[in-house]
């Protein structure tokens, strides 16, 4: 039986794009290429859409906060909408502040970002969170609370605070599998 056809384009090409941002980069502390969580993100959002523009975004959705692109790279690149997508999950550092230091302020607002949001930004932000709750569940299940010690972060509470904010944010999609998974890791990891 032949598969439809399907136009992967946009897609491929953000694929290509990611990987080459991303290249020789590891995920924080877990001996994998980097480029491993945002195709994890672009199979969560395929799960909810089979948009090409958002599954673009997925991919590249870290692209400017952990890499030397910019938004305005991003927007020449693939337009205007995957660009905008992109942006709402993109974290804003203060300069001069540590990470430590800014890190309740830039978690509040990227809750109020991502609930202000469309429900195509959002399916993308539930990607990503997913895809961060699958890893801190597995390596909570093998470290319990010295997981947290991975993080710039160390206090679980905080972490609570910030996963049940983006649950309540991201509560519009409660009809998807993927916020379902997500609620039931939140649920799993903080009690």
Known sequence: MRNAHIDTSLLDRAICFAVSAHRNTERRGKGYPYIVHPLE??????????????LAAAALHDTVEDTDI????????FG?????LVEVETDSFIDGVADEDSWHERK?????????SSRD?????????????????????????????????????????????????LEPLSDTFAYKEFVQLVKAIFG
């Open 41 to 54: 993100v672009v199979s969560i959002v395929a799960t909810m859409t089979s948009d090409q523009e958002l």
């Open 70 to 77: 910019s938004i305005e790279d991003i927007r020449k690149e």
């Open 80 to 84: 205007h909408r995957i660009a905008d």
């Open 108 to 116: 509040r607002g990227a809750i109020e970002r991502i609930a202000a």
């Open 121 to 169: 930004a959002q399916m993308v932000a539930l990607g990503d969170k997913l895809s961060n709750a699958r890893i801190i569940y597995r390596d909570y299940i093998e470290m319990g609370d010295e997981v947290w010690n991975l993080f710039h972060v160390k206090d679980k509470a905080s972490h609570r605070w910030h996963y049940e904010g983006l649950a309540a944010a």
